[in-house]
């Protein structure tokens, strides 16, 4: 399934016909109600199931054939830990199990793709896409969860304040009649001092990459700062789909695999002013 996407924003929309939500900080996951269990996909159409067995067991209660779109997450001590979800995604099934029962996952849903009666809904707008998936999740709760949402701009930022403290990583803004599509139809607006890079390359081998190169907004391309673990391991399946690279130079002739990646990373605003710039993320 390919998901929707945001594009950062430094402002959040105003004006009819917006509704907002919490931005949660964890991992982009679609959950796939089957005959005969649960399946989950990563934002890039990985099978996750492994990594987050207990949200595959606790969505058992869906119906079948609901297809809900949102964010597994893992709090630590009350509060949103992108690098336990992070740690957790790149982890062997063995480990995740072992993660797992020490800091339980839970699914932030945000959208409904397909309903259980009414099929494929994702050519539906936003608003009855939202009324079908608190519909579709009514009475399970925890650890799967419907995220709150408002169309009252006030109140959406209040909450972009209130809730930094657990972990909150900003907001979304979705048009109320927008349909559901494989493109940067939402607004995101981030307390993080962040850019999104194009990722257009990277050093080492591509099953670990070292660095990555990225085309900055202003037009730049240079190689990061040596990448996570984690990151490197998401990178890596992703690099994987793009096939040979070649050989190309940054523009401070620095020398990496340049490929057509078709994602981008979340990379340190402050860091941009450098040679190197840090990623956070993957997008």
Do not use: C, N
């Amino acid at each position: 399934m390919s998901v929707a996407l945001a594009q950062s924003v430094s402002v959040l929309p105003s004006g009819e016909g917006w509704w907002f939500e919490p931005k949660l900080d964890g991992h982009r996951t679609v959950l796939w109600r089957e005959e005969g269990g649960v399946r989950l996909q990563s934002r890039a159409g990985r099978d996750v199931t492994s990594a987050w067995a207990d949200l595959a067991r606790a969505a058992l209660r869906l119906p079948v054939g609901s297809v809900v779109d949102g964010e597994a997450v893992i709090y630590v001590d009350g509060r949103i830990d992108f690098s336990a979800a992070q740690g957790r995604a790149a982890s062997s099934p063995a480990r995740a199990a072992r993660l797992a029962a020490r800091w339980p996952a839970s699914f932030a849903a945000w959208d409904l793709l397909s309903h259980p009666d009414a099929g494929d809904v994702r050519a539906r707008p936003y608003v009855e896409r939202r009324a079908l998936l608190l519909e579709v999740l009514e009475g399970l709760g925890p650890p799967l969860q419907v995220v709150p949402a408002t169309d009252d701009r006030e109140v959406a930022l209040v909450w972009h304040e209130s809730l930094r403290e657990q972990g909150v990583e900003g907001l979304v803004a979705k048009q109320a009649l927008s349909t559901y599509r494989p493109s940067r139809i939402w607004r995101k607006l981030r307390h993080a001092e962040t850019v999104d890079a194009a990722v257009v390359g990277y050093t080492g081998p591509p099953r670990r990459p070292r660095t990555l190169a990225v085309r900055l907004p202003d037009g730049r391309t240079v190689l990061s700062r040596a990448v996570s673990a984690p990151v490197a391991t998401e990178a890596a399946a992703r690099l994987a789909a793009a096939g040979p690279g070649q050989t190309a130079r940054t523009d401070s002739d620095q020398s990496y695999t340049a490929v057509e990646t078709g994602f981008l990373a979340e990379v340190l605003a402050g860091t941009t002013r450098h040679a190197t710039v840090t990623v956070a993320r993957l997008r």
